[in-house]
């Protein structure tokens, strides 16, 4: 059976998703396009074998509408002949990316090709795809659901009521989050992974010196007051502190097999070992990361243990910290170069984020399995688990 393997992965460093941000005045498809001649800079492949890039995006509206993916690789100089898509599983689309990719390569379906993703949501506001008023899920779905789709906010206050977490472990995990990405960007641990533009150097969502006074000091941002008729448990603990960022960025990864890729002398990082998708309750929306890591650990024939790091989705902090509740994993082995509270969240190239950090951090360690789990709006979840190849 055909494998896939991952030659190589690039990002750029992810700018803050306001008008100030250092990339705000980047389009979106030359933003993808940068990571695209970066990853074939550093690859040396011929864009010609290419068999298809497919893109992460999720609000596919505006100037990143009409299939990105196809845009930006057209921008980055790819022949006519190089075709491309664009995939949306919300901030999972990247991820689902290389899980579209991979599979297609084992199955025979390409021999080469590029998962990949982008959002500038500076440019192209999260939400502007669903303007007010837009009846977003119709009747049969409002007649099971009849309490309607709480904000993610209320998802993630949902999610520390039922699982007991206080404000001081939110507040705890997210400075950690901060100190956690100073530290590898200070180090240099990020620099093998970064495009080098020349608008942005590092990742300028980074804050330094926090304390836990500052953070208690926040105010929590989702207080709703229907949603606090409808959950009465729900304590308000979630602030824009331990909340993830809005970004802009983009991210590039090479797929091959172990046979082509040593057929032209490519080389070889990490094999993705397996991937799995889960769904789960679409109210709490953030918590199909938890049955998305059983169901590939299964598959994998692996336990938690055997995974020496993990990157965890960190859209808001009761997340990592219920997913680890339910799994057992070593917290000292999440995100240990800081997630998205701190790095920031570029919806749709968030999950190829992930795994390029997570790939990064398996070559400097030398651990062998690598799990990535990302939670996804409409209550579903990608799972990945890489192995790296010596």
């Not at 896939?4 to 190589?8: S, T």
């Not at 990002?11 to 941000?21: C, E, L, Q």
């Not at 007649?143 to 309490?147: A, I, V």
């Not at 520390?160 to 699982?163: G, L, P, Q, R, S």
């Given at each position: 059976?055909?494998d896939?393997?991952?030659?190589?992965a690039v990002?750029?460093?992810?700018?803050?998703?306001?008008?100030?941000?250092a990339?705000?005045?980047?389009?979106?498809?030359?933003?993808l396009?940068?990571?695209?001649?970066?990853l074939?800079?550093?690859?040396g492949?011929?864009?010609?074998?290419?068999?298809?890039?497919?893109a992460g995006?999720?609000?596919?509206?505006?100037?990143?509408?009409?299939?990105?993916?196809?845009?930006a690789?057209?921008?980055?100089?790819?022949?006519?002949?190089?075709?491309?898509?664009t995939?949306?599983?919300?901030?999972?689309?990247?991820?689902?990316?290389?899980?579209?990719?991979?599979?297609?390569?084992?199955?025979?379906?390409?021999?080469?090709?590029?998962?990949?993703?982008?959002?500038?949501?500076s440019?192209?506001?999260?939400?502007?795809?669903?303007?007010?008023?837009t009846d977003?899920?119709?009747?049969?779905?409002d007649?099971?659901?009849?309490?309607g789709?709480?904000?993610?906010g209320?998802?993630?206050e949902?999610i520390?009521?039922?699982?007991g977490?206080?404000?001081?472990?939110l507040?705890?995990?997210a400075?950690?989050?901060?100190?956690k990405?100073?530290a590898?960007?200070?180090?240099?641990?990020f620099?093998?992974?970064l495009?080098?533009?020349p608008e942005?150097?590092?990742?300028?969502?980074?804050?330094t010196g926090?304390?836990?006074q500052?953070?208690?000091?926040?105010?929590?941002?989702?207080?709703?007051?229907?949603?606090?008729?409808?959950?009465?448990?729900?304590?308000?603990?979630?602030?824009?502190?331990?909340?993830?960022?809005i970004?802009?960025a983009?991210?590039?990864?090479?797929?091959?097999?172990?046979?082509?890729?040593?057929?032209?002398?490519?080389?070889?990082?990490?094999?993705?070992?397996?991937?799995?998708?889960?769904?789960?309750?679409?109210?709490?929306?953030l918590t199909?990361?938890i049955?998305?890591?059983?169901?590939v650990?299964?598959k994998?024939?692996?336990?938690?243990d055997d995974?020496?790091?993990f990157?965890?989705?960190?859209?808001?902090a009761?997340?990592?910290?219920?997913?680890?509740?339910?799994t057992?994993?070593?917290?000292?082995?999440?995100?240990?170069?800081?997630?998205?509270?701190?790095l920031?969240?570029?919806?749709?190239?968030?999950?190829?984020?992930l795994?390029?950090?997570?790939?990064?951090?398996?070559?400097?360690?030398?651990?062998?399995?690598?799990l990535?789990?990302?939670c996804e709006?409409?209550?579903?979840?990608?799972?990945?688990?890489?192995?790296?190849?010596d």
């Open positions: 059976m055909r896939a393997v991952i030659v190589d990002r750029t460093p992810i700018g803050k998703g306001r008008a100030s941000g990339l705000h005045d980047v389009h979106p498809a030359d933003l396009a940068r990571a695209l001649v970066a074939v800079e550093r690859t492949i011929d864009p010609v074998l290419v068999d298809d890039v497919v995006c999720v609000t596919q509206i505006g100037e990143q509408a009409l299939n990105i993916g196809r845009t690789l057209l921008a980055a100089g790819f022949p006519d002949s190089v075709p491309g898509t995939v949306d599983r919300q901030c999972g689309s990247s991820q689902q990316a290389v899980h579209f990719a991979a599979h297609t390569i084992m199955a025979g379906g390409y021999d080469i090709a590029i998962a990949c993703g982008v959002e500038s949501m440019r192209v506001p999260m939400g502007s795809d669903t303007p007010e008023g977003l899920f119709g009747p049969m779905f007649q099971r659901y009849p309490d789709m709480p904000h993610q209320v998802c993630a949902l520390a009521a039922d699982w977490l206080s404000r001081t472990q507040d705890e995990f400075l950690l989050s901060h100190e990405a100073h590898a960007t200070t180090s240099g641990a620099d093998g992974e495009v080098k533009m942005l150097a590092v990742d300028e969502g980074i804050r926090g304390t836990p500052s953070m208690a000091g926040l105010k929590p941002v989702f207080y709703d007051e229907a949603a606090e008729r409808l959950y009465p448990q729900l304590k308000w603990m979630v602030t824009a502190g331990s909340s993830s960022q970004s802009d983009s991210c590039a990864m090479l797929l091959t097999t172990s046979e082509i890729a040593k057929k032209l002398g490519l080389p070889i990082r990490a094999r993705v070992h397996s991937a799995a998708v889960a769904g789960a309750d679409p109210v709490y929306r199909a990361l049955p998305a890591t059983k169901k650990l299964d994998a024939g692996l336990g938690i995974i020496g790091t990157e965890i989705s960190e859209a808001f009761p997340i990592p910290l219920a997913w680890q509740a339910e057992g994993a070593d917290l000292a082995k999440v995100n240990v170069r800081g997630g998205a509270i701190a920031g969240h570029p919806v749709g190239a968030s999950g190829g984020r795994m390029t950090t997570m790939l990064n951090t398996m070559a400097t360690t030398g651990v062998r399995f690598g990535q789990a990302m709006g409409g209550g579903v979840s990608n799972a990945t688990i890489l192995e790296l190849v």
